[in-house]
């Protein structure tokens, strides 16, 4: 073969192999990207999107679309950007549905803000993936260090935060660090919280952090206080807690361990340890052990200090244990909130005994419920008549109860405007399980701050300082109005006395399992002052 075509076939092998790899580049490039922004990351879809893009949870489609038609329907006026970010992928129907509570607060309290303020700049939200358990935090950290330095992105604050975790921490300390203000609306762990001193100033942790939820240390304070009232000085009481390293579990174990019984001693705190967030491990064997321990304590309540998961094991373990003609009652904290979405009707039957009452009951520190403000207002209302003989004043109504009932009004409207307009949110937001009132809560004193942070005409575009300094005058005349309770922060940007709606989870009422609210718990002891000016505590 002439000299001449032997270099012409080698040239024509290189180019196929140029072209095979250049093919193949392409196509491992397109299957690592799930979307515009999104990569996939050890199986999951991690980064930010506004589009639509459901980071391939079909619960949550419906309202990340909803998100994009109102991104798209601001793009042409003054706004700036939002991120949500928390974990949006899981192989749990009961988390995929958590989710989609959390963005449809999200997208609700997004209308709210650019609809009901009337004022620039309106919100544009993206979704932000961290991966399960924020365990990919630092990408998507770093996408938003980025976007806040960006004069086409203006992102101006991000909030989400679900899960008191290490990783969770992480992330709030590097983004507050480079002055990227941060609203967590749903984690209560002790440690991911600036720290309020007696002089009225705050060690800053985390500059630009602002929390709109109790911290578990405040919400054991509120369900002690609640129950003190209610008579139960004379129950033993035991603390059983998970060893697992987590914050959620600690702060909550040390608040439990802190209370002030007024009752006889109980026995010593019972230990166990989990696996996981979201695992069970061995702790059905290790609750049968516990159990049997409780029952020849005598003990009555349980603080139990864990996560939902491990919550609903031991509950039904100790309903199994069977001492005879025993009730429990289980106290915990916020994370129980997802208990009822978990329960079976099995598991319901289990929990009752064979006459039809229960067993079991779990108590915990709710971060709001639907029910809350007219059952509370009707107790006031009551009250007064037995003590008056005149209808009260506007101005003798309780702040407290009014206002927060008026923004839970509000919110109800949103969702039936939401529903005429023809807006699917992947089903009707269930309230009771206090997700859609927090996240909502969120952005709307989101968009408190950056409207009264804006100043210099429509187009110009708040500082990132200028946002985190707004989260301390967010009190007395300028309180927000939140669907779970008036929201006054602190100069550690903390809520100050925050009520809990203290609920339980009954099973034997009306034959099934069903949530009660009981009553409302204040960590101070005692209802937030007239128009929520927050005292010195100087003494």
């Excluded at 990783?167 to 507050?176: D, G, I, M, N, P």
């Excluded at 008036?486 to 009306?510: E, F, H, Q, R």
């Amino acid at each position: 073969m002439p000299r001449w075509k032997k270099f012409l076939i080698a040239l024509l092998g290189l180019g196929l192999i140029g072209a095979a790899v250049f093919t193949g580049y392409r196509i491992s490039q397109q299957e690592d990207t799930c979307a515009d922004g999104v990569e996939r990351t050890g199986g999951e879809c991690i980064g930010l999107n506004g589009e639509g893009y459901d980071f391939g949870n079909p619960e949550i489609g419906d309202v990340a679309r909803a998100i994009a038609r109102e991104n798209e329907r601001i793009d042409g006026q003054p706004h700036v950007t939002v991120a949500m970010m928390l974990p949006l992928q899981s192989d749990k129907a009961a988390l995929r549905r958590q989710m989609r509570s959390d963005l449809q607060g999200a997208y609700l309290g997004q209308r709210q803000a650019n609809e009901g303020e009337g004022e620039p700049p309106k919100i544009r939200l993206v979704l932000a993936n961290p991966g399960r358990n924020y365990e990919q935090q630092e990408k998507v950290v770093d996408t938003l260090l980025r976007m806040a330095d960006s004069p086409d992105d203006r992102l101006r604050a991000v909030t989400g935060f679900n899960l008191s975790l290490d990783t969770t921490e992480t992330a709030v300390k590097r983004l507050t660090e480079h002055k990227i203000p941060v609203l967590a609306s749903r984690i209560s762990g002790d440690r991911i919280a600036n720290e309020d001193t007696s002089d009225g100033m705050a060690r800053q942790r985390f500059p630009g952090l602002a929390r709109i939820i109790p911290t578990n240390h405040d919400a054991a304070q509120a369900l002690a206080n609640f129950n003190g009232e209610r008579g139960r000085e004379n129950l033993k009481t035991v603390l059983v807690y998970d060893k697992r390293p987590d914050s959620y579990n600690e702060s909550l174990a040390k608040a439990f361990s802190g209370i002030d019984e007024k009752g006889p001693a109980g026995p010593a705190p019972m230990p166990f340890e989990s696996p996981a967030i979201d695992e069970a491990g061995s702790t059905g064997n290790q609750f049968t052990q516990l159990a049997n321990n409780i029952c020849d304590s005598r003990a009555d309540i349980v603080y139990f200090a864990g996560r939902t998961l491990h919550l609903r094991i031991f509950a039904l373990k100790l309903a199994q244990v069977g001492c005879k003609d025993r009730h429990y009652t289980i106290v915990s904290g916020s994370d129980a909130a997802s208990l009822r979405q978990d329960m079976t009707e099995q598991d319901w039957a289990q929990l009752r005994g064979e006459d039809g009452t229960a067993k079991v009951t779990v108590q915990y520190a709710a971060p709001a419920h639907p029910d809350a403000w007219n059952t509370e207002l009707a107790r006031w209302n009551k009250q007064w008549d037995t003590d008056h003989d005149r209808k009260p004043t506007a101005e003798e109504l309780p702040q407290y109860l009014t206002e927060p009932k008026t923004a839970l009004d509000t919110l109800k409207k949103r969702i039936e405007t939401t529903r005429r307009e023809g807006t699917s949110l992947g089903s009707a937001p269930d309230l009771e399980d206090s997700r859609t009132m927090l996240v909502y809560d969120g952005l709307v004193t989101i968009g408190k701050a950056l409207h009264q942070t804006q100043s210099g005409g429509p187009e110009a575009v708040p500082g990132l300082e200028d946002v985190g300094g707004q989260w301390s005058l967010l009190q007395s005349r300028h309180r927000v109005q939140g669907t779970s309770g008036l929201i006054c922060l602190t100069s550690g940007g903390n809520a100050y006395d925050k009520p809990v709606a203290v609920v339980d989870l009954d099973p034997g009422l009306a034959g099934a399992g069903k949530l009660r609210f009981v009553g409302l718990g204040w960590p101070t002891g005692r209802e937030q002052p007239k128009n929520c000016v927050i005292p010195s505590s100087t003494p």
